[in-house]
């Protein structure tokens, strides 16, 4: 049985989030999904108010597969993948600068932990969605709800 780890601070979680994660989802047999904290962010949701946007996101577009949601509240994220024995490591990546980002952590995992970072696009439409976007947007009044599932929706307005 193949496992994978999808990390991510999902603050919120997005339309792009969940494409990656439906992805995901088809190639491993069992899919975790992390919450984490970022301390570069900063949070609106709490780590147990991102998990149940992360859950009822997943029920409300229906997307199927073995998948839990979690928090690592302390820790590297690579000593939870072992414990999960986790095969590989998904990350999303919108534009060239995400992936100059998240490199070095790929190859610092793998020398951590051995575990292979997996990196899948994100669809097109969803480009240039990002968390951080629909927050500021949201909280200027603008419409989001392009962008995220209608339980994200209510939990911005």
């Not at 190639?27 to 108010?49: M, W, Y």
């Not at 029920?59 to 302390?74: A, D, K, N």
């Not at 500021?136 to 911005?156: I, M, N």
């Amino acid at each position: 049985m193949t496992v994978a780890i999808y990390p991510g601070s999902f603050d919120p979680v997005t339309l792009g989030h969940l494409s990656v994660l439906k992805r995901a989802a088809q190639l491993f047999d069992e899919l975790h999904v992390l919450v984490v904290h970022n301390p570069d962010k900063n949070a609106r949701f709490s780590a147990p108010e991102r998990e149940a946007l992360l859950r009822e996101s997943i029920s409300e577009l229906g997307i199927s597969g073995r998948i839990t949601v979690s928090s690592l509240t302390e820790g590297l994220m690579v000593e939870a993948a072992k414990r999960l024995n986790a095969h590989a490591i998904v990350k999303g990546f919108r534009t060239a600068g995400d992936i100059e980002y998240e490199i070095p952590m790929a190859q610092v995992n793998r020398d951590l932990s051995g575990i292979e970072t997996v990196f899948l696009a994100s669809e097109p439409g969803y480009g240039y969605v990002s968390s951080s976007l629909v927050k500021q947007v949201a909280s200027l009044g603008g419409d989001v709800s392009s962008y995220v599932t209608k339980t994200v929706l209510s939990a911005l307005s």
